[in-house]
Nanobody
């Protein structure tokens, strides 16, 4: 399994920006599909964004399309989620996930093989 460690969460005022990162272990990071998911209190985990091997293909949830950007640096084995214009409803634990063995993006959490421990993002109302 791939080891994933998120960082960069915190408290940010509404309208502000935050970038969370996810560092991955393994020598074949460039062959992992990487995704970001989030889970708010009392809600199910939901898809945020995914990125293909080279970073050339991305997929976003509707709520993320105009405000969030997923990117990756394969030289650093790291995937990022830049979040702008944050809203209180963005408050959640953000998880990164890795999917191996395919180059197809997926929004389905059960299709990912490895998960990080999560990082809390709080946007007070």
């Amino acid at each position: 399994q791939v080891q994933l460690v998120e960082s960069g969460g915190g408290l940010v005022q509404a309208g502000g920006s935050l970038r969370v990162s996810c560092a991955a272990s393994g020598r074949t990071f460039s062959r992992y599909i990487m995704g970001w998911f989030r889970q708010a209190p009392g809600k199910e985990r939901e898809f945020v964004a995914a990125i293909g091997w080279s970073g050339g293909t991305t997929e976003y949830a509707d709520f993320a399309k105009d405000r969030f950007t997923i990117s990756r640096d394969n030289t650093k084995n790291t995937v990022y989620l830049q979040m702008n214009s944050l809203k209180p409803e963005d408050t959640a634990v953000y998880y990164c996930a890795a999917k191996t063995g395919t180059y197809y993006l997926t929004m389905v959490d059960s299709e990912y093989d490895s998960w990080g421990q999560g990082t809390q993002v709080t946007v007070p109302s």
